[in-house]
């Protein structure tokens, strides 16, 4: 759970949106790592409560707001327009509550119809409509969860193939280019400004010693064997909204990083997120495995969803890979930070980032021992 509090003149900042309601309330909510999130309560002139999440954009880490804000107003209106109707659209589930057809991320416009407003102190603040009688959860923990997760990013990515021009902006920029990422954890090293380096070693050894895995999928998408889409880039379990009553999922959120990219790094980093044995943070790294059933349901759930047919030969060949990939390039990234001084990951204690880049590591390994396993999955897909 978030610990920031919520700001004094929230009120006064909400009061630019066309909220439902008088404000009464604001708590933090969510365990995101990059912005504050807020949830909202409102008293309708009714009497009725109604929720929503207001959260404080990062602005140290999505450099354009304007632009982040109408990828997401873009998308959210597209998905609102083809819930019900598109071919691709999420399957709906029979035993859910009345209205859950309709449970998407729906952006609050202010009341002069801007995606986004800023408060007296400069900050960018956004407004969504609260996903009533659904829940996240933060770690997958049966294969049934798992298989939900990828069906659910699987259409998502289905359907935003019908997504009109032009081209989505990209508010990180190379954000999977696992090369730049290497290329920044080595310039991190060399710069070594806090004079971490000594003391994580063997982290930056292992990270050295597969830098020739960085230009694999590149490489591919180079020679047209995989395709540009539209991917969400933070396939996490808990960016995934789980209906209350059946488990199934009704909505994917969380969209900032929505951006080009390649389907396989999406399905990656679920297998770093959904089939890993223990949090990415676990200061012990022999924890931390590769979980052969819930790597299986997250294939089957991938397959099963509307991406499954457009995927092309290369992508099936490499889901497995895209798992190891994601998971190296996510631990060149907190190590990188580690040794730049915890400047994007919200950390708890000076090593924080360190240990998270431990057990990535950890997972990388985990992957590679498992080869066999994972190819008789694939093999049967």
């Known amino acids: 759970m978030s610990t920031t509090p919520a700001p004094q003149n ?29 949830q909202v309560l409102c008293e309708t002139r009714l009497g009725r409560p109604k929720r929503y999440i207001a959260q404080r954009i990062n602005d140290r880490i999505f450099r354009n707001v304007p632009a982040l804000m109408d990828n997401i107003q873009r998308v959210t209106a597209h998905l609102g327009q083809t819930s019900a109707g598109s071919s691709t659209a999420p399957r709906k589930t029979a ?20 995606p986004y407003t800023r408060d007296a102190e400069g900050g960018w603040w956004r407004v969504y409509d609260f996903i009533e009688a659904a ?18 990013f699987g259409d998502f990515q289905a359907q935003l193939a019908e997504l009109p021009g032009p081209r989505l902006h990209e508010t990180i920029p190379h954000f999977h280019n696992t090369r730049l990422r290497f290329e920044s954890f080595r ?28 230009d694999r999928l590149l490489d591919l998408f180079a020679r047209g064997e995989v395709s540009e889409r539209i991917t969400h880039n933070d396939t996490k379990i808990n960016n995934v909204m789980l209906d209350d ?8 959120i969380d969209f900032d990083t929505l951006m080009p990219g390649l389907p396989l790094y999406d399905f990656g980093d679920m297998v770093r997120t959904a089939a890993s044995s223990t949090l990415e943070d676990d200061p012990e790294p022999a924890n931390m495995r590769l979980e052969i059933p819930l790597f299986a349901a997250l294939v089957e759930g ?13 992508e099936l060949a490499h889901l ?12 060149l990234r907190f190590l990188a930070d580690h040794l730049q001084g915890d400047v994007y990951f919200k950390t708890h204690y ?24 994972i190819n008789r999955i694939l093999d049967r897909t």
């Not at 488990?247 to 994917?252: D, K």
């Open 10 to 38: 929230l009120a006064d900042t909400l009061a630019a949106f066309a909220l439902e309601g008088r404000f009464l309330s604001a708590a933090p909510y969510g365990s995101g790592h990059i912005n504050d999130t807020f």
């Open 95 to 114: 035993a859910a509550p009345e209205g859950s057809a309709d449970r998407q991320l729906r952006l609050i416009l202010t009341r002069d119809a801007a």
């Open 135 to 152: 829940h996240t959860i933060d770690r997958v923990t049966a294969p049934a969860q798992a298989r939900e997760a990828a069906r659910a």
């Open 187 to 214: 310039a991190a090293l060399a710069s070594d400004p806090l004079g971490r380096a000594a003391a994580a070693r063997a982290e930056i050894d292992f990270a050295l010693s597969l830098e020739s895995e960085c």
């Open 245 to 252: 009553a059946t488990g199934r999922a009704v909505a994917v």
């Open 302 to 314: 991938y397959m099963g969803s509307h991406i499954g047919p457009m995927l092309s030969p290369a």
């Open 320 to 331: 497995g890979f895209a798992g190891k990939l994601m998971t190296y390039e996510t631990g």
């Open 350 to 373: 000076a090593e924080h980032n360190l240990v998270r880049a431990r057990t990535q590591f950890a997972l990388v390994r985990s992957i590679d021992t498992q080869a066999d396993a």
